[in-house]
């Protein structure tokens, strides 16, 4: 089963940042938090990850909470484009990836 | 960034039909492979993890004998539906695990499977 806990859905407008949360309160001490996104009929693509610390690339950014039982990805500026399934992950660095039900993040104009 | 390719992309067959798919990774090794289905407005699935070299290590409920696993290069994973029925039919996707990087996964962009 899924480790993580996501609002079925959320809407946000284009422009705006997009905060999505994810709950993983069991989580362990060696598991990381890994974000992916599945636009509809592709395949899953990588968002960002962390284990501890708050990290930001160019797509995104991951607020990790101190207790590591939540966290948030942030889209800083939600296009049309970021229209998709948001899933958060818990694992294991070199484990399977297992996903849960995610967030429809639907963007609108 | 790493590229894993899927193909065919679509297929369509006939009941009581074979069907190979092919997965792979185009710049990378990968030493792990792993394979997923996915139904409409559902999440992926986790069938198979797909080790070079080594049987396939599939997950519960899955039946080893409908689907095969055959990982024969670090470049290379195919998944055979043998005997496909319509309830066969599904969207699945595969993802690689690259060597020098074992903090990420790439995901192949998917093959949609029709049996009539």
């Known amino acids: 089963d899924a480790k993580t806990t996501q609002p079925t859905s959320m809407d946000c407008a284009e422009g705006r940042a997009a905060n999505l949360p994810c709950n993983h309160s069991t989580i362990s001490g060696n598991e990381y938090v890994y974000w992916y996104r599945q636009i509809h009929s592709q395949g899953p693509q990588y968002i960002i990850h962390?284990?501890?610390n708050n990290e930001t690339n160019e797509m995104a950014s991951l607020i990790i909470t101190e207790d590591r039982k939540s966290s948030t990805l942030i889209l800083p500026h939600a296009t049309l484009r970021d229209t998709a399934v948001y899933y958060c992950i818990v694992r294991v660095n070199t484990d399977k990836l297992i996903f849960g039900t995610g967030t429809r993040l639907q963007v609108f104009p | 960034g790493a590229v894993v390719s899927q193909h065919p992309s679509w297929v369509i067959c006939k009941s009581g039909t074979s069907v190979k798919i092919e997965c792979r990774s185009l710049d990378f090794q990968a030493t792990t492979m792993f394979w997923y289905r996915q139904f409409p407005k559902q999440s992926l699935m986790l069938m198979a993890t797909s080790n070079e070299g080594s049987k396939a290590t599939y997950e519960q409920g899955v039946e080893k004998d409908k689907f095969l696993i055959n990982h024969a290069s670090l470049t290379l994973s195919t998944l055979t539906v043998t005997s496909a029925h319509p309830e066969d039919s599904s969207f699945y996707i595969c993802?690689?695990?690259?060597?020098?990087?074992?903090?990420?996964?790439?995901f192949g962009p998917g093959t949609r499977l029709t049996v009539l």
């Open positions: 962390g284990l501890k």
């Open positions: 993802s690689a695990w690259r060597l020098a990087d074992n903090n990420e996964q790439f």
